[in-house]
């Protein structure tokens, strides 16, 4: 058995296992558990949404679709892009995804190859450094740091820029900050960008959820939208995760190769989700708002309840993680986590599995009711104290 | 308070009465001090009128009976059908009445322990009032959604413990 396991691939082998795989044991063996963890809404998906692919599959939809998406969907991701100031065409810009996932491995797969280079902004989204190294290139870390807020500064871009560096990956709003990059910063960047000629792949799933202040598209900065992937999805917007549905525009050269790629892998993505997906983008305004609004409060109320329990922690301005600093506590964020987990029963995410500038923090999920936020806040309190005494 | 964040604290409150003024304030990103007197305020001028518990009396297997009563009333002059409305809504059995608009004028929900009770009060109360024309009773049968609670899910985390 162990002589057949060596004869995997050996960049299979070389993959290491996600940081978050062990808590995700730990957690998943131990009873009445809250769970801070989880990166994806706490609301079910629209009733209108689901009631829309319900209806598609009284329909009989059930067959493969174009391979780019169903092109009304890829209409409507279109008029919906436009909203932030940016132009695709519907027939050769935009692919409908399995996920934003899906979208970022074919963004990375067609950028990137062996001796390549691909700069990170960390701490990041998990797959995305695993996705460079099965790409054959080498993942290359831009810290966020904590004393910038976790904003992408454009002279750590342009100082790990080499003659081998391919592109740019980041995540805005940020997974797993909650941090937000302003219309100032992101020319800043696109400016490295450009100055460098190198592309970006810019991860925008979270762009709905932002807090008193409007979502910026990178590609919409002058000169960007042509060396630019977006990524983008409904899974967090719409509360659609399991429906797996997410997109990438790019120029038509991008696309094309991507496109490629994933009529090979993937075919299509699931015909009746793309449906919803259509019925979402219509018609789904009013419950993201209300959505969104629900997030704020659980904002509010968990930035003030970490920071009276002596975590320091900023207001997140966007998506739906708090990202305390824990280093008063003496304790590593995996330490930290572990014992919340075991002597508090709360899960969190320690904050170095989403890349090394994360050590010293963890991400609360407040995608998760008022009461289990206001439990999850006092069983801290209660395990603090006890270190304490 | 603004008159906008007044309204958000109403929605708060309406949605879960539970809260307590210090979550209320944490997550309206306001002082404790603020919300306890706008709430001290609301209850004073009587736009608070009380707070409640949402039940699912399905499961409690005591008795009771509802039955929603479509009045059609004669409106009366000066008073049109507040008078009448007054008199059906002093009896305790009565839960709720509004007055609608359609092929009748009062709904009323009468609440009692058994079927002849709540026929009983339709028949020699309310159908005696002066002005009532006529009645039509519907006995609830279940209940599945109450002022936006749904009453017969059992929702239940659905999501994996940890995800990326």
Known sequence: MNALRNRLAPLARSLPPSGIRRFFDMASTMKDVISLGVGEPDFVTPWHIRESGLHALERGVTSYTANAGIFELRQAIARYLDGYGTVYHPETEILVTVGGSEAIDLAIRVLAGPGDEVLIAEPAYVSYRPLVHLSGATPVSVPLRPENGFRLDAKDVRARITPRTKALILCNPNNPTGSVLNRAQLESIAQAVRDADIFVVVDEIYAELTYGQSHVSLPSLPGMQERTVLIGGLSKAYAMTGWRLGYAAAPDFILHAMLTVHQYTILCAPAAAQVAGIEALAHGGPAVLAMVAEYDARRHLITRGLNELGLSCALPQGAFYAFPDIRSTGLSSEQFAEELLVHGRVAVVPGNVFGDQGEGFVRCSYATSIGQIEQALERTRMMLSAGRD | ?164
């Open chain 2, 1 to 164: 308070m603004s008159p906008t964040q007044r309204h958000e604290l109403l929605v708060r409150l309406h949605d879960d009465a539970k809260l307590s003024i210090t979550t209320l304030a944490a997550m309206m990103d306001v002082d404790s001090a603020d919300v306890e007197a706008t709430i001290a305020e609301l209850e004073a001028s009587g736009i608070i009128r009380g707070y409640c518990a949402v039940i699912n009396w399905d499961r409690i297997e005591r008795d009771r009976v509802r039955g929603i009563i479509e009045v059609k009333v004669a409106p009366q002059r000066e008073v049109g059908f507040d008078a009448v409305a007054r008199r059906i809504y002093q009896y305790p059995e009565v839960k709720d009445v509004t007055l609608v608009s359609g092929s009748y004028d009062l709904q009323v929900i009468v609440e009692g322990q058994r079927i002849q009770e709540v026929a009983r009060f339709v028949s020699e109360r309310l159908a005696t009032i002066e002005h009532v024309q006529s009645t039509t009773t519907h006995f609830v049968l279940k209940t599945y959604k109450v002022d936006g609670v749904v009453l017969d899910d059992d929702g239940g985390e659905q999501r994996l413990v940890i995800s990326p």
